[in-house]
Each structure stands twice: as structure tokens, then as C-alpha cells.
């Protein structure tokens, strides 16, 4: 048996949210491709939102302009993970 390798087409974007020219939330999206789907699919990672602006709708108007952009992509699915015991960000994607 011998495994072989293969590079694959991946594309990022950062998507930030600025306030007075300060960066106040982000998240990345990154495209992928495989084999199963001639369509990209969708990975959120790094979503991040400063302290002083939780609780004012700005995760959600980021990940929905997150969403959106997966749509233009035309990503098939999209796809977020967050660490296990983080109950807060769970309950904000189940939201979404």
C-alpha cells in the first residue's frame, strides 16, 4: 500500500467589520474543493468579536455577511467549529 499526495485548491478571505478605522470584528472564510462536489465548500474560522461590541448584533451581522459571501462563492455547505466546551458560540451558530 503506498499513499500519494495531492495539492488542492483553497481560497481565503478575511471578512472585518471597522469601526472609527479600527477593526472591531472579524472572521475568515475559506473555500475548499473535493472530490465529491464540483461545488466549493465553505469553512468559517477565526471569528473573533472585541469585547466592548458583544451583545450588539455585530457576530451576527458578520457571520450573515460571512454566509452571503459563502452564497457568492457558491459554496454548497458551509461549515463553523468552535472548541467543545465553548456553550456561547454553540448556542450563537444553532441561532444562525
Not at 17 to 35: D, G, M, P, V, W
Request: charged share 30%; proline share 1%; net charge positive.
Amino acid at each position: 500500500m503506498k499513499f500519494k499526495t495531492k495539492n488542492t485548491k483553497a481560497k481565503g478571505k478575511k471578512i472585518t467589520i471597522i469601526e472609527n478605522s479600527a477593526e472591531i470584528a472579524r472572521a475568515f472564510l475559506y473555500t475548499l474543493h473535493n472530490e465529491l462536489h464540483k461545488e466549493p465548500f465553505g469553512f468559517i474560522e477565526d471569528v473573533l468579536v472585541d469585547e466592548n461590541y458583544r451583545g450588539r448584533g455585530v457576530g451576527t451581522k458578520l457571520i450573515t455577511e460571512v454566509i452571503e459571501e459563502a452564497k457568492r462563492q457558491g459554496c454548497y455547505k458551509l461549515i463553523a467549529t468552535s472548541c467543545y466546551s465553548n456553550e456561547k458560540a454553540h448556542k450563537f451558530y444553532d441561532k444562525l
